[in-house]
């Protein structure tokens, strides 16, 4: 099913800098806890990804990724999930996030 303009226009979909990894054993898939900083319009937000097959904690950090910030919060287990990161899944369910090839602004918009 095809998305008006309109729709797409309102994804809003942002820049932002892992600041801090967390494992999360409480979820089903193996995923980490990560604290995202979208600069000062938006703040930080908390999000859970499923990335462990291909990332490590420390890799993660001060990493850039794109992320969905309009969407509603989303309780997983204990955990609320405040953001969407972004990525793509692979044949096995493994994610390759999606970033800036270079360092920008936290916060910018992707459109």
Do not use: H
């Amino acid at each position: 099913m095809d998305l008006t303009w309109n729709e797409f226009e309102r994804t809003d979909m942002r820049v932002g800098t892992i600041i801090e990894v967390s494992d999360f054993p409480e979820a089903r898939k193996p995923a980490y806890q990560l604290t995202i900083d979208f600069g000062a319009e938006i703040g930080i937000r908390k999000s859970s990804a499923q990335i462990t097959k291909r990332y490590k904690k420390e890799d993660l950090l001060n990493r850039q990724i794109v992320s969905v910030v309009n969407f509603p919060k989303k309780q997983i287990g204990k955990f609320m999930s405040e953001c969407l990161v972004l990525g793509a899944v692979g044949e096995e369910g493994d994610v390759i996030l999606l970033a800036p090839d270079f360092k920008i602004e936290n916060g910018l918009r992707i459109g």
